[in-house]
């Protein structure tokens, strides 16, 4: 089932600008965690927020979450080409039982060019 | 270590062959995850493995075949694949502590070609 939708599905900025992706999801949560991927290969986890934290950093990273309109968003501050990217929102589902079941939301493009 | 590994890195077979997916990790984690992703699209779960018995089956058709043999290995073995089948298989872990599921690290994936 489809639990995150992304936007934008695609985003194309300069490097040095700022990106910002939003998540949005259907169901209670436990945590909503953000994952990067570069063409075809595996996942890399970003950062995690938990369901009773509002806003987490990590370096360039800022995460939101707002619970009450089951929404996240993902920036990305001073952008660098490395950060090209696919980028994940998924979310661990309050109703799953905690069985650690991730449902990614669509995913949002990222290119940052030089 | 943490590193999750796949191999084979890149895989073809026919419809009627019997092949193996193999992923390690040594991070000592206690649930392990196959993963299918099609282009363009996010990663789909296909099994769960928890404390090496499988929690998970997402309703997955018997071609593929799941087995964790031991806390640090996880197979995924095909037999009788179909076209559509041809996906990246993603394996990732995660630690576990009562119940309560941290953050998962992937593989680099096993490309999968079925003709």
């Known amino acids: 089932s489809q639990q995150g939708e992304e936007d934008p599905q695609a985003l194309s900025i300069q490097e040095g600008e700022n990106a910002t992706m939003n998540c949005s999801y259907k169901t209670s949560i436990n945590n909503l965690q953000w994952y990067r991927q570069n063409s075809g290969r595996g996942l890399v986890h970003l950062i995690l927020?938990?369901?009773?934290?509002r806003e987490k950093h990590s370096g360039r990273l800022r995460v939101t979450l707002d619970t009450s309109k089951k929404s996240s968003s993902l920036l990305i501050t001073a952008s660098r080409a490395a950060d090209t990217a696919s980028y994940f929102c998924a979310t661990d589902a309050f109703g799953s039982g905690n069985t650690g079941k991730l449902i990614f939301g669509q995913g949002t493009t990222l290119q940052v060019k030089p | 270590d943490t590193e999750v590994t796949q191999t084979p890195k890149h895989l073809v077979m026919g419809m009627t062959n019997k092949k193996s997916l193999k992923c390690e990790q040594h991070m000592g984690h206690r649930a392990m995850y196959w993963y299918k992703q099609k282009a363009k699209k996010p990663p789909e779960l296909m099994f769960v493995y928890s404390y090496e018995k499988l929690s998970i089956n997402e309703s997955v058709p018997s071609r593929f075949s799941p087995e964790c043999p031991n806390s640090s290995l996880l197979n995924l073995h095909l037999h009788a694949l179909q076209p559509e089948d041809s996906a990246l298989y993603l394996c990732a872990s995660s630690q576990e502590t009562s119940g309560s599921y941290d953050e998962q690290f992937f593989g680099p994936g096993t490309r999968l070609t079925v003709l």
């Open positions: 927020i938990r369901s009773n934290e």
